[in-house]
């Protein structure tokens, strides 16, 4: 099916593009992050699992049942240094942003150009994330029930370039 991800460039540099076979996203704004959502897409109950590697920047992530219009979200945040922190976006305001959980995990590969696979299982309120198939954290959480999903590409300190590949999606009963 068409899933319509995001292509281009916008105001601020960022991009979201296709580059040999993978997906990227980058970000040179300091302290900004770069969603690319795929827009023909509208999940409920499901499992989205993404191929993530770090090629430059300080971290990751993805994107889950997002209405990009209204800028709202749930954002999953995988750092190369093995942290990794989930926030509520109610409005395009990052200071409006509620961090729902964060910490760090053995299971989440460190360093560039590491290969990590992520995931996310959202049934309902009930949200699991995964680092390499391993559990690492999971909150209750019902301010969305369904939306479209995305990769990010977060710049701490240096231009974020994030390659995605491998993107793959369950439904849940």
Do not use: K
């Amino acid at each position: 099916p068409n899933t319509d991800w995001m292509t281009g460039t916008n105001s601020n540099n960022a991009t979201c593009a296709f580059v040999g076979g993978a997906y990227q996203s980058s970000q040179p704004v300091n302290g900004d992050f770069h969603a690319c959502i795929a827009l023909a897409t509208d999940y409920n109950n499901f499992v989205y699992e993404v191929q993530m590697t770090i090629v430059s920047g300080d971290s990751g992530g993805i994107i889950f049942r997002a209405n990009q219009p209204n800028s709202t979200f749930y954002y999953f945040r995988v750092g190369q240094n093995g942290s990794y922190d989930l926030r509520l976006y109610v409005d395009p305001q990052i200071n409006d942003s509620h961090q729902l959980t964060s910490g760090s995990s053995s299971a989440i590969h460190t360093g560039i150009n590491q290969p990590n696979t992520i995931a996310v299982v959202a049934n309902g309120s009930s949200l699991m994330f995964y680092a390499n198939h391993q559990l690492i954290t999971s909150v209750t959480d019902s301010t969305f029930s369904h939306g479209q999903i995305g990769v990010v590409a977060y710049n701490q300190g240096g231009l974020a370039t994030v390659v995605y590949s491998n993107a793959r999606v369950w439904m849940l009963q």
